[in-house]
Structure formats: C-alpha cells, structure tokens
C-alpha cells in the first residue's frame, strides 16, 4: 500500500496518503506535513 499518516505542523490536519498535500486544506499553509505513526493519528483524530 504505501500509505502513511501525515500532520499539518500549523493546524494539526491529519492526511492518509502516499503522499502528504502539498498545501495544506484547512490553513493553506505550503510543506508543513510531517510523518507521524498511526498511534498518533488516531490520538488526533479522536481529540
Ligand atoms: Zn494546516
């Protein structure tokens, strides 16, 4: 799959995808996803 989490480093958006958006769609901010593990996705995604 290849598929991995990513995090908006401004506004705490959380991706799936190959790939992390180039801009992000909530605070339009441009390469500010970082990596994070699926614990920490879900820990987001929950809050
Ligand atoms: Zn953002």
Redesign the pocket.
């Known amino acids: 799959m290849g598929k991995k989490y990513w995090r908006?480093?401004?506004?705490?958006?959380v991706h799936f995808g190959v790939e992390p958006p180039k801009v992000?769609?909530?605070?339009?901010?441009v390469n500010?996803?970082v990596e994070i593990t699926m614990e920490e996705a879900v820990k987001l995604l929950q809050a």
């Open positions: 908006c480093t401004v506004c705490n958006d992000c769609p909530t605070c339009k901010q500010v996803y």
